[in-house]
């Protein structure tokens, strides 16, 4: 936990003295275990992520929440695990104990009874240092295509739409329907963010910006295999955000979309061991569930694959947004304000969407929106490469919200 020196609302300023009851927060929202398609225990996951200075972490294994019976027998475990040397069940009782794990033969194989949420909870949670958030990756699909978004701060289950007669915008449309009933009927404060819309080419910016009830989405995924960069002929994740946030700015009339770091960590031992490669930074009262997806409704977040920053202030009056990069010895930052102009091409993404005003060297920087800018958010990219990359040469960077798009 970081205290915040200043941090302004995108959609909603506070009053000076509130500043003072928030704190940074590091989380990440998007992570996979045995109860679904990951390869380790979910205790051992949230110990590595409590143990490299992380707040919160989700786990948001497919169309399950960890709770009730889920049984898995050694054998595919073992399988799961593509490593030689320790395996995952002396991993964990390393950790935990002897005692640990509770070992059972179902049907003739011997297996482990995985941990649920609500038991790593009473082992590993602290109040106010580290949080377990409920979460689930509702996987959807529209004509086989997937249609992944993760709902945090569930208490059951919603129901996966799997439709191959649909397209993947109308089953986007259904889930985001769906999950916001469901919050409506609980009166528990949940959000959704689309997951990796370039997985099998599923979703376009298009796509993105036509879904109204859609205003979260992961700007950056750890998982190489998401096509994070794009191809000569699909603009990349950074893209399809600018796209997305234009059209829905200038032409539908609907607030951006807000951008999430995250993992989508599956493996733990092995190849592609990916914990750690993309988190959010969140601006809220209180280390819990409801605070959080508070604050992030409220825009209170940035995401970062590991710039770090100390400041975040937009002056809504000048149109000013300056930011105050957490120094780090030896690295040098470069930040680039990015928008769209009002007189955008509407018919060419490559034309003047997602514009370059200005690049500054430095800790802190600067930028006050043009006249004639639909909006303007930040990226930070620092002369440090990633330390576990998801793509070829991928240094660390940070996304700020868009601002400035408020009429």
Not at 125 to 151: D, T, W
Not at 178 to 204: D, M, S, V, Y
Not at 241 to 260: H, K
Not at 319 to 336: C, N, Q, S, Y
């Amino acid at each position: 936990m970081k205290l915040i020196p200043l941090f302004l609302l995108i959609t909603l300023p506070l009053a000076a003295q509130d500043y003072d009851t928030r704190a940074w927060f590091k989380g990440n929202t998007h992570t996979h275990s045995l109860w679904s398609d990951g390869n380790d225990f979910p205790e051992m996951i949230f110990s590595w992520y409590r143990e490299h200075g992380y707040d919160f972490v989700a786990m948001s294994d497919h169309n399950v929440l960890q709770q009730g019976d889920k049984w898995m027998d050694l054998e595919s475990i073992r399988k799961r695990q593509k490593a030689v040397g320790r395996t995952a069940v002396m991993k964990a009782e390393a950790r935990f104990g002897k005692d640990w794990l509770r070992h059972e033969t179902r049907e003739g194989k011997e297996g482990i009874v995985l941990k649920t949420l609500d038991e790593c909870r009473a082992a590993l949670e602290k109040p106010g240092e580290f949080y377990l958030l409920r979460a689930e990756e509702m996987s959807n699909s529209g004509q086989k295509k997937p249609v992944h978004i993760n709902v945090l701060n569930l208490d059951t289950v919603i129901d996966a739409i799997n439709d191959d007669t649909a397209t993947p915008r109308e089953v986007l449309r259904r889930s985001m329907q769906a999950i916001r009933a469901h919050g409506e009927k609980t009166g528990r404060p949940i959000l959704a963010h689309l997951n990796h819309p370039n997985f099998q080419w599923a979703l376009t910016a298009e796509d993105l910006a036509d879904v109204a009830e859609g205003t979260y989405f992961e700007v950056y995924n750890g998982h190489p295999g998401i096509n994070h960069l794009g191809d000569e002929t699909r603009p990349g994740d950074e893209k399809i955000w600018d796209i997305a946030n234009t059209i829905r700015l200038a032409e539908l009339d609907l607030p951006p979309l807000l951008g999430f770091a995250t993992d989508d960590s599956h493996t733990y031992h092995g190849e592609d061991v990916s914990p750690g490669r993309g988190w959010v930074m969140v601006g809220a009262k209180e280390l819990n569930g409801d605070s959080l997806i508070e604050a992030m409704h409220a825009g209170r977040f940035y995401a970062s694959s590991g710039v770090v920053l100390d400041e975040i202030r937009f002056d809504k009056d000048k149109g000013t947004l300056f930011l105050k990069i957490t120094p780090v010895e030896g690295v040098e930052f470069t930040t680039a304000f990015i928008g769209t102009r009002k007189s955008y091409d509407a018919a060419a993404a490559e034309t003047g969407i997602g514009e370059v005003f200005a690049t500054v060297e430095g800790n802190s920087a600067g930028f006050t929106i043009p006249d004639d800018a639909i909006y303007l958010r930040a990226t930070i990219t620092s002369s440090r490469k990633h330390p576990n990359p998801s793509f070829p040469d991928q240094m660390e960077q940070a996304w700020v919200q868009p601002v400035g798009w408020e009429k």
